[in-house]
C-alpha cells in the first residue's frame, strides 16, 4: 500500500475490537510469558500488546513496569533527551473540538510571528542552552504560503550566540504533498511529526467538524508521504483521552506495521499527550474518555516493550511527578522550559494564545537538575541526525546494541556544554557528580571514549560527537 491509495485499511477496525474483547482479564501466567518475551527487546505481537492493555491486578502491573524499567536502561541507559517546542504560528484552518487554535475559537490571539521574532525566540532558547527545537505551526500560514515553514527553519539554523547554536529542527505541521516533503527534508530538518491524534474513524469525524484535518485518510498517509519524500525519521501520536486507550495503542501498532511492511523501518518517536485544559474548547477540560495516571503509566510501559528501539517522547502537557514517574517507564525525550504560544519565549505564557495549559512550568535549568539528581544524563546530541544515523540505519546500530557506544559518550559531551557555558552553579554541582558517577559505571573502552571527548569540551571545543 502507498500513499496514493486513499483508505487506510490497514486500521483494522473489528481486529482491534475482537482482540481487547478476547484480552479483558488476561490470564498471569500468559501475562508473565509475554513480560518474559519483552525484556529480550524484541518487540510485541499485536495480540501480545492487547493482552498486557487488560491488566489491573497490582502485582502484575509492577511487573510490566519493571520489564519497561529493564529494557528502558537496557537499550537507552540513563540518558534522557531534551527539547523545547517552538510555536511560530496559531493560525489555522481546522476545527478540532479539542484545540485552543481552532479556526472559530474567538477567545485566542492568532498570531504569526515574522521571521524576525522567530529570531528572537531561537536567540533566547540559544540563551538558555536549547541545542534541539521541535517546530510546530497551525494548519494556515502566512502570505508565503509552504514557504513560510521553510523560512523559519533556515531562521532557526542561522541563530548563533556565543557558543549557542540549534543543531537540530524537528518539525510539526499539517500533513504535506510529497514535492512540499522533498523540500523540508532538504532544509536539513530531523524528524518529521505529526499526530493522527485517534485513531478511531468515528471519533475521528466527530471532534474534527471542518477543514483538511476532516480527511482521516490524508492525514494518516502523511507519513507514507514523508517517507517517500526522503524523510526516513518519523514521529507518530495519539491524543489519549478522546476514544479508549486500548484501542488506539493496537491501531498505533497497526499503523507502525504498515510503515515496516511498506519501508522497512517503523516511525522514529512516539508522543503520548494527553488531553489538557485549552482556551475555548469544553472537550478539552472533559475529556469523552479520560485516562487515569495509572493508566497513562500503563501506556508508556507498554510501548516501550511493543517497540522498544523507538524513542517516547513525553511534553510538559503533564505535571513534573507524571514525567519524573515515566523516565523509568520508557520515556527517552522530554520538552522542558515549554511555551506553546507563538512569541512565548520573549513575552511569557498567555492562556488566551497557548495550545494548551501545561503542567510542568519549570525552566530548564530547574528540570535538568531534577533529571540528573534522579540520576538520568540529560543530552541535546544530535550527531546521529548530522551522521545519517537515522531511518533504517539507526535501528541497524539499535538492535543489536551498538548505538549505545555512541550516544552515552555523545550524551556526556552535550550535558558537560550545559553545565560550562549555561547551568546555575547548583545544577553544575550535581551534573559534575553525576558525569563523575556515569564515568566509573563505564567500561574501560567507553571510559577512555568520554574522558577524551569530555576533555575537549573543557578546553573550550564545543560540538564533541562520535
Not at 484545540?99 to 531561537?122: P, S
Not at 541545542?131 to 514557504?147: C, I, M, N
Amino acid at each position: 500500500m502507498t500513499s496514493d491509495e486513499t483508505q487506510a485499511s490497514f486500521i483494522d477496525h473489528p481486529l482491534i475490537e475482537s482482540l481487547l474483547e478476547r484480552h479483558t482479564r488476561p490470564d498471569a501466567a500468559r501475562v508473565r510469558e509475554i513480560l518474559s518475551k519483552a525484556r529480550l527487546a524484541k518487540g510485541l505481537s499485536l495480540e501480545e500488546v492487547a493482552a498486557l492493555t487488560g491488566l489491573s491486578d497490582p502485582e502484575l502491573l509492577g511487573e510490566l513496569f519493571a520489564a519497561a524499567r529493564h529494557v528502558k536502561e537496557t537499550i537507552y541507559g540513563r540518558r534522557l533527551v531534551l527539547f523545547a517546542p517552538l510555536y511560530v504560528s496559531n493560525l489555522c484552518s481546522n476545527e478540532c473540538a479539542y484545540c485552543a487554535f481552532r479556526a472559530r475559537n474567538k477567545e485566542v490571539d492568532r498570531r504569526a510571528l515574522t521571521q524576525e521574532e522567530i529570531a528572537q525566540e531561537v536567540d533566547l532558547l540559544v540563551s538558555q542552552g536549547h541545542k534541539r527545537v521541535l517546530l510546530v505551526a497551525g494548519e494556515s500560514y502566512p502570505k508565503e504560503g509552504f514557504d513560510y515553514v521553510l523560512g523559519a527553519v533556515r531562521t532557526i539554523y542561522g541563530v548563533r550566540d556565543g557558543n549557542g547554536e540549534i543543531r537540530r529542527i524537528n518539525v510539526n505541521v499539517a500533513p504535506l504533498s510529497v514535492a512540499e516533503f522533498v523540500r523540508l527534508k532538504a532544509e536539513g530538518i530531523g524528524t518529521y511529526q505529526v499526530f493522527q491524534e485517534t485513531y478511531h474513524r468515528e471519533t475521528y469525524a466527530k471532534v474534527h467538524l471542518a477543514g483538511k484535518k476532516t480527511d482521516y485518510d490524508w492525514r494518516i498517509f502523511a507519513m507514507h508521504r514523508a517517507m517517500e519524500g526522503g524523510i526516513d525519521d518519523v514521529g507518530i501520536g495519539v491524543l489519549f483521552g478522546l476514544y479508549d486507550w486500548r484501542w488506539e495503542i493496537l491501531a498505533l501498532m497497526q499503523h507502525i506495521a504498515e510503515l515496516e511492511r511498506v519501508f522497512g523501518v517503523g516511525c522514529h518517536t512516539i508522543s503520548v499527550p494527553r488531553l489538557e485544559p485549552a482556551s475555548g474548547s469544553l472537550i478539552a477540560s472533559h475529556p469523552p474518555q479520560p485516562v487515569s495516571d495509572v493508566d497513562f503509566r500503563k501506556i508508556v510501559a507498554i510501548l516501550r516493550l511493543a517497540v522498544p528501539y523507538t524513542g517516547i517522547i513525553m511534553s510538559t502537557r503533564e505535571t513534573a511527578l507524571i514525567r519524573r514517574e515515566t523516565f523509568a517507564l520508557g520515556v527517552s525525550q522530554i520538552s522542558a522550559g515549554s511555551r506553546t504560544n507563538p512569541g512565548g519565549y520573549a513575552e511569557g505564557e498567555h492562556y488566551d494564545g497557548s495550545q494548551f495549559a501545561l503542567g510542568d512550568h519549570r525552566l530548564l535549568d530547574e528540570v535538568i537538575r531534577d533529571v540528573a539528581t534522579l540520576g538520568y544524563i540529560p543530552s541535546f546530541c544530535t550527531a546521529c541526525y548530522r551522521l545519517g544515523r537515522t531511518g533504517q540505519d539507526f535501528m541497524d546500530l539499535a538492535k543489536p546494541g551498538e548505538i549505545k557506544a555512541h550516544c552515552d559518550p555523545n550524551g556526556l559531551s552535550t550535558f558537560l556544554e550545559y553545565l560550562l557555558d549555561y547551568a546555575t552553579p547548583e545544577t553544575r554541582s550535581v551534573g559534575e557528580k553525576l558525569i563523575g558517577e556515569v564515568l566509573a559505571g563505564f567500561s574501560d573502552r567507553a571510559r577512555t571514549r568520554s574522558e577524551r571527548m569530555l576533555a575537549k569540551v573543557r578546553a573550550g571545543e564545543r560540538d564533541v560527537y562520535c
